[in-house]
């Protein structure tokens, strides 16, 4: 797998960019009900960086803007807690109001049982969401500034604003002129798309931005959405399918898209809320891994996606080889679900014990 990897003298090990939100969290109860809210920072990008950073020790920074205000301020304050790097921060002018610019609100459910988790997101004219071509001086930060050993973004961003796609892909070109590997993750979201012209939209993008990418990351519903899969045996509501079905899936997008080196693919069976099977499968130079869907207890499964894409780049940055980076990204995406808010809060040594199929005993 360190075919894909660049030297460490690169500034940072994992470049992110991507939209940061406020994280609003009823804990045990509902959104509208509730009288107080826990509050985490998320997003899909993000929380990429953030886990490689605090759970495997990487050098990690983000790439985002937010409005100049205080919950702004407390946004760049748990990026800082995170000890992700933030000098790469847009500060853009706050009106007052709101009208033109804002910081994103996400209320988020963790649910239980028969309850499904739930989301509701304040996140129009966003601070992230009006960023364009040459707000971000990517030659200089892949270049003078001596760049990153890997960058991520995701569909996520892509889908902000008609011109965000434009910033991912002109950060993905340099990112590529300059030899740093780029992993994506598509991270289909229908709120997000149906404002910009839907799956046609989203496909035409998704399609176009692809072609820049070398790890590729998402579920069944991810690819067929954002890619236009078909994949067999699918059903109305993304059920649980064969695993010859994922395998199929996967080269056939591998075929489709022949830059690619990896693709991957949680694997999800959401029995209840608080009770799931969760594996992964992914494809690299036409050999399978596949760590089979264990069932799992989830405290809060916000997250759980992007921690699996967090240790599956920390195994191939730390040259530990394929296998070992889907099986790291299994073990990291399974500890995240077991606490609240959308990051991380595991360590590399709970993820390798949970790799050798370390129990809950207690450690003393």
Not at 12 to 27: A, T, Y
Not at 192 to 209: D, P, Y
Not at 292 to 319: K, N, T
């Amino acid at each position: 797998m360190d075919t894909i990897v660049v030297p460490e003298s690169r500034r940072w090990d994992c470049l992110s960019l991507g939209e940061v939100m406020l994280r609003l969290d009823p804990g045990e109860g509902r959104i509208h009900t509730t009288r107080r809210f826990d509050v985490w920072e998320g997003g899909g990008e993000y929380n990429v960086a953030r886990g490689l950073r605090r759970c495997f020790g990487l050098k990690t920074a983000i790439a985002t803007a937010l409005a100049d205000n205080a919950t702004g301020r407390l946004v760049e304050d748990l990026i800082l807690q995170g000890g992700v790097d933030s000098s790469l921060l847009r500060w853009v002018k706050y009106d007052g109001v709101g009208r033109e610019v804002r910081n994103g609100l996400n209320f988020t459910e963790r649910g239980f049982g028969m309850r499904a988790a739930a989301g509701c997101s304040d996140r129009g004219h966003t601070a992230m969401s009006q960023v364009k071509r040459g707000d971000f001086d990517w030659k200089a930060i892949f270049g003078e500034r001596n760049g990153a050993r890997w960058f991520h973004t995701g569909g996520i961003f892509a889908a902000l604003s008609e011109s965000t796609a434009d910033v991912a892909l002109e950060a993905m070109q340099v990112a590529w002129d300059t030899e740093t590997p780029i992993s994506f993750d598509l991270n289909y979201r229908e709120s997000l798309w149906k404002s910009i012209g839907g799956k046609e939209r989203a496909q035409e993008v998704n399609r176009e931005l692809v072609r820049k990418v070398d790890v590729l990351l998402g579920n069944e519903e991810d690819f067929s959405a954002m890619l236009g899969v078909e994949i067999k045996g699918v059903t109305e509501d993304f059920g649980e399918l064969p695993i010859a079905s994922y395998e199929e899936m996967l080269r056939e997008v591998a075929a489709a898209y022949p830059n690619l080196k990896v693709v991957a693919s949680t694997l999800r069976t959401a029995h209840t809320a608080t009770r799931n099977a969760w594996g992964a499968i992914a494809l690299y130079n036409g050999e399978i891994a596949h760590v089979p869907q264990r069932e799992i207890e989830i405290f809060d499964r916000v997250g759980g996606g992007d921690s699996f894409a967090s240790g599956l780049v920390y195994g191939f940055l730390a040259g530990k080889g394929f296998e070992w980076a889907v099986k790291c990204g299994v073990a990291h995406g399974a500890l995240a679900m077991t606490t609240p808010g959308d990051t991380s809060m595991a360590s590399l040594a709970e993820v390798e014990r949970a790799m050798k199929g370390g129990g809950a005993r207690i450690a003393r």
